[in-house]
């Protein structure tokens, strides 16, 4: 119609389009079949065959002066399959798969730090216990709203006033294994361990066997206790069946009569029976 005589401004006003759309030209645009340059990337990639698509794309367009996109280089590399393949390098770690067995108590410690649902006010508490290996004892415990080093040494602190009256440096070697987490890596952590003379073993990185005592534990404590229960602040845990079993746990020092192939949670499984066929008078 403009061709034909019509000024642009009434041609579009009938068609109700713009008058920018009466002058647009489609322009040809660079098609995935364009293989101009796959025989140029099939040599870079030759002569540089540790070079992934983008250092192709990097040399053909410095030293060989192409105009060529890294998506293209990309496109051709995949399909002629050249196309270098990551390497992920990882430590090889030698992961120490024995049992822990301890001869005496007092001998081998285990500690782990595992969070506590506390309510939607409150969010997540976090409780850290110390197990002797020996006898199956949760020796010391903290529950709190933070996972500092703070709680950390705190749990461990109480576990040395409680079974080494005489200092941890007067026992005869007390070794206490943990994980890889920050709480017990840190400096602050491995400096108390030096001045209270206690030895600290560290388990292999993705190996919770190494710690398998206080897993086992804590496992047991959730599927009992904590996940039938609706905590609603970390008071509320402390004073409900959570708090007793592991005060109950930490009171029992029978440990000749103990027998060291028990479950880690077995104190606290002999609270619940004691409740249940006797009620709540049995804790006093």
């Not at 595992?114 to 939607?120: H, N, V, Y």
Request: aromatic letters at 8%.
């Amino acid at each position: 119609m403009v061709m034909q005589g019509y000024t642009a401004a009434l041609v579009a006003a009938t068609l109700t389009i713009s008058r920018s759309s009466l002058y647009y030209r489609k322009k040809p645009c660079g098609s995935r079949a364009d293989r101009t340059y796959d025989e140029q990337i099939v040599v870079a990639c030759g002569e540089k065959p540790a070079y992934g698509y983008r250092r192709v794309a990097w040399r053909l367009q410095r030293k060989e002066g192409l105009c060529v996109n890294r998506k293209r280089v990309l496109r051709v590399m995949r399909e002629r399959g050249l196309l270098v393949r990551s390497r992920r390098l990882r430590a090889r770690r030698k992961k120490e798969w024995g049992r822990v067995e301890a001869a005496q108590p007092n001998q081998i410690w285990q500690t782990d730090m595992t969070k506590i649902w506390a309510g939607p006010t409150v969010g997540w508490a976090y409780l850290v216990s110390v197990i002797d290996c020996c006898t199956r004892e949760i020796v010391s415990w903290n529950l709190s709203n933070r996972c500092r080093t703070e709680e950390a040494l705190d749990a461990v602190e109480q576990a040395v006033l409680a079974r080494l009256p005489g200092g941890s440096r007067a026992a005869s070697g007390v070794t206490l294994t943990t994980d890889n987490g920050t709480q017990f890596t840190s400096a602050r952590f491995i400096e108390t361990f030096n001045r209270l003379g206690i030895t600290r073993r560290r388990t292999a990185y993705h190996h919770p066997e190494g710690n398998s005592y206080i897993e086992r534990f804590h496992r047991s404590l959730k599927e009992e206790e904590v996940w039938t229960a609706e905590y609603r602040s970390v008071d509320e845990a402390r004073g409900t069946n959570l708090d007793r079993a592991l005060d109950r746990e930490v009171q029992s020092r029978s440990a000749p009569s103990r027998n060291p192939k028990s479950h880690p949670a077995r104190g606290f499984l002999a609270f619940r029976r004691c409740t249940k066929k006797r009620g709540p008078d049995c804790l006093n």
